[in-house]
């Protein structure tokens, strides 16, 4: 699976919106891109997931750059309860739902 | 969606022995994936469990160190035998539903400390 590339941390205040990046410039024409958190002391959860075109869910919305090379997850509105480990991820189409390879995220702090 | 149980949560052990985790799943699912987070680490994929056959393992992890069984399409065990310290970590239980692209779902993992 292609790497991915992400800041180790952000920073946020309550309420204003966040733009995480993630780099994976080798990404294949196959291959989805997933992001999901981890709030303290909990397994991860889905937050959202694309291949070519802008994804929005109650969540989040997903950016992709129409060379698919970089991504951004966008949260509008950041609260307190967003402050979580971010992991950006490629998956290929083919490849298992599940066999995923988490890299290290981004740290989010929410500031009140 | 799915819940998903996961005893023990948290279990301190001793050097030497084993333990076993269990994942239980609120509805049926096709996929079953256990992970294991190090202290401070990010989450590395030790196998799929395989319904009525012998988990899938990756790179780096061996049966004989973690047996896993997945007796039917909601429940699954993984054993951690031997342990040492460096064993010490979070264990988590995956599933999914869906063989293409779509949602994982995580359970809140079981915390492992070996004295």
């Known amino acids: 699976d292609a790497k991915t590339t992400q800041p180790n941390s952000m920073e946020s205040n309550e309420e204003e919106p966040v733009h995480l990046p993630c780099n994976h410039s080798t990404i294949s024409g196959t291959d989805y891109i997933h992001w999901y958190r981890q709030l303290p002391s909990q397994g991860p959860e889905y937050v959202i997931h694309g291949l070519t075109s802008n994804v929005n869910n109650r969540m989040a919305s997903l950016a992709i750059a129409e060379d698919r090379k970089s991504s951004t997850l966008i949260l509008h509105r950041a609260t307190l309860r967003d402050a979580a480990v971010y992991y950006c991820i490629l998956r290929d189409r083919g490849s298992t739902l599940g066999r995923l390879y988490f890299g290290r995220g981004t740290q989010l702090t929410v500031w009140p | 969606s799915a819940v998903i149980s996961q005893k023990p949560s948290r279990d301190i052990c001793q050097r030497g022995t084993s333990l076993t985790i269990q994942c239980q799943v609120d509805?049926?699912?096709?996929?079953m994936f256990w992970y294991r987070q190090q202290p401070g680490q990010s989450l590395t994929l030790i196998a799929t469990a395989n319904q009525g056959s012998e988990a899938t393992y990756e790179s780096g992890f061996v049966i004989d160190k973690f047996p896993i069984s997945r007796p039917n399409l909601t429940f699954s065990t993984l054993t951690v035998s031997n342990m040492s310290p460096e064993d010490s970590s979070i264990y988590l239980c995956s599933v999914s539903n869906s063989q293409g692209s779509g949602e994982l779902f995580f359970g809140e993992g079981s915390r492992l400390t070996v004295l």
């Open positions: 509805s049926q699912v096709t996929m």
